[in-house]
């Protein structure tokens, strides 16, 4: 996968942040330019946060001369001021376009430079093409979140019903050895510790395989929650950024393999009549059986 520097910086995350700091009265905004004061206005133009050292020197410049500057506090009412986001390989370029070739946004020196006979288009008209198919991908992710929450219902109520069926035959168990004086006392003993490993070993497996789907879901959502929220509040290009990360990590939960029914079942029964040997010289009866009866394997016996 590449580990750390694999992954793409969210920008998604970053524009969340600058409304949340204006609204703030501007506290944890520092210059974009020198990264030490505070900020005070914004240019309209480069999308900078500047100092109010950086602004003048930004409006003598000649080639930002003519920018439009506006006051910080002039910005709260915007619910979306995002920061320019430029190539990594041109700092001083803006990603604007799109490699449908590499599957990549690309800066204007980049398509006449390495990409030059990539096929290219601007970011605006490729969107609509990458953004349905990630909603598609999306449309096969959301099932599972139902799915999974469905199966978990499922162990709930199936550890219930083991719990009850436990009660049920150790109460048969006690019954039975009622009659009985030392050997039976020792022999329902044995059954109701056998009873237990069978009730620790079902559950055991059962509270496995709901923490494995409780885990599997808590990735499905995230994975969920983190696509819409990129799809229905990410901009153009920051969904064309995370696209690849997206699509491969909800390709991955999609191809995860999973069971739907519980692992294990609550057929455990008492069996009165048959025999168990003998403990202290006396021929008793009575075991455990966990074993389904297949009626395919049963035959029928007459007089």
Same mark, same amino acid.
């Given at each position: 996968? +590449? /580990?750390?520097?694999?992954? !793409? ?16 009265? /501007?506290? /944890? ?15 309209? !133009? ?8 950086? *602004? ?21 009412? @915007? ?27 690309? *800066?204007?020196? *980049? ?28 449309? /096969? ?116 393999? @999973?069971?739907?029914?519980? +692992? ?14 003998? *403990?202290?010289? @006396? ?18 016996? +007459?007089?």
């Amino acid at each position: 996968m +590449g /580990g750390v520097k694999a992954l !793409t910086i969210d920008h998604l995350a970053v524009n969340d942040v600058m409304p949340e700091s204006l609204r703030g009265e /501007g506290q /944890g905004l520092v210059c974009d330019l020198c990264n030490d004061r505070e900020v005070e206005k914004r240019c309209q !133009t480069c999308k900078a946060n500047l100092c109010h050292f950086c *602004c003048q020197a930004h409006r003598r410049q000649k080639k930002t001369t003519y920018h439009t500057m506006v006051d910080l506090k002039d910005l709260k009412g @915007y619910s979306r001021i995002g920061k320019p986001i430029l190539c990594p390989v041109h700092p001083a370029e803006e990603l604007r376009l799109f490699c449908e070739f590499c599957d990549r946004p690309v *800066c204007r020196d *980049c398509v006449v430079g390495e990409h030059r006979e990539h096929p290219c288009d601007f970011t605006s008209n490729v969107i609509h093409k990458h953004g349905d198919s990630v909603w598609e991908l999306l449309k /096969g992710t959301q099932p599972h979140v139902e799915a999974l929450e469905e199966a978990l219902a499922q162990i709930h109520i199936m550890n219930s019903a083991l719990q009850k069926q436990v009660e049920a035959v150790a109460a048969d168990v006690r019954t039975f050895s009622e009659g009985y004086i030392k050997a039976i006392e020792e022999h329902r003993d044995k059954l109701l510790k056998q009873l237990e490993d069978i009730r620790a070993q079902k559950e055991n497996s059962l509270q496995l395989q709901k923490a494995q789907l409780e885990q599997l879901l808590a990735d499905m959502r995230t994975g969920v929650e983190f696509t819409e929220h990129l799809l229905t509040s990410g901009s153009d290009l920051e969904i064309l950024i995370t696209k690849r990360v997206v699509v491969e990590r909800l390709r991955k939960l999609n191809k995860v393999q @999973y069971s739907a029914r519980p +692992g294990v079942n609550d057929k455990i029964r008492f069996c009165p009549q048959e025999k168990a040997g003998q *403990c202290r010289g @006396y021929e008793i009866y009575g075991t455990i059986n966990t074993k389904e009866v297949d009626p395919a394997k049963c035959v029928l016996q +007459g007089e």
